[in-house]
């Protein structure tokens, strides 16, 4: 069975500081990768989506960046972070077979910028 | 661009049905999710349903889909504690590779 790994489950980081958050997925192949950011326990927003290795679509501009350096890895990450960073960062992943592919959520990381 | 609404808040007493509405502005949506987020947690796939059905049951979860009018609603049965939760709908348009939409959220109270 296919599984999701996030880590860190928290985070605080002072501002300024660098931020380096790592998905990792099992138990299946070429899967699409996902980081959203979802603020003050509601709403979700796509930050970054993937394809593939070193395919990397950005949806909203921001300090954050993110990369696929192997096929089931997904990192986020800033070189310097900002108070509005602040939010619980989940990763997601979905299948690329056919049109009934719902997203898998890891279980989420807080980070809370100082 | 694709937009999804839900009402905020919903508080129930345990033991009677909760209805959870959202509406979506894709006439493209083939299928559509509904998710629960516990506190602190991730995001559970609870069910989906494919656009060309009105309805699909799962237990004590039952999906009614209205596609001319645009929405969605998740029906729980015999509402417990622990169904107290945020539940997110989302959709899924047209063909090819698609993100999915999500709602809001609605933020769902069970008390004793």
């Known amino acids: 069975s296919q599984t999701i790994h996030q880590w860190p489950a928290t985070l605080v980081q002072p501002v300024g500081s660098p931020l380096s958050l790592e998905c990792t997925v099992e138990?299946?192949?070429?899967?699409?990768l996902y980081w959203y950011r979802q603020a003050a326990g509601r709403g979700l927003q796509l930050l970054f989506y993937?394809?593939?290795?070193?395919?990397i679509s950005s949806e909203v501009p921001q300090n954050l960046s993110a990369s696929r350096p192997q096929d089931r890895q997904f990192i986020l990450s800033s070189k310097k972070l900002l108070l509005s960073d602040s939010g619980f960062y989940l990763c997601?992943?979905?299948?690329?077979?056919?049109?009934?592919?719902?997203?898998?959520f890891g279980n989420g990381t807080r980070l809370t910028v100082t | 661009g694709e937009d999804v609404e839900q009402s905020l808040f919903l508080s129930v007493r345990e033991g009677d049905s909760s209805v959870i509405n959202c509406t979506y502005t894709d006439s493209s949506s083939t299928y559509l999710y509904w998710y629960k987020q516990e506190p602190g947690a991730g995001l559970q796939l609870l069910t989906y349903?494919?656009?060309?059905?009105d309805m699909k049951q799962d237990q004590r979860l039952t999906v009614l889909l209205n596609k001319k009018d645009k929405h969605l609603s998740l029906r729980i049965a015999d509402t417990q504690t622990g169904d107290s939760a945020i539940y997110f709908c989302?959709?899924?348009?047209?063909?090819?590779?698609?993100?999915?939409?999500f709602g809001t959220g609605t933020r769902l109270l069970v008390s004793p």
């Open positions: 993937s394809v593939g290795i070193g395919q």
């Open positions: 138990g299946t192949s070429n899967p699409n």
């Open positions: 989302a959709e899924k348009g047209g063909t090819g590779f698609q993100k999915l939409v």
């Open positions: 997601a992943w979905s299948g690329t077979g056919g049109n009934n592919s719902p997203l898998h």
């Open positions: 349903i494919f656009s060309n059905m």
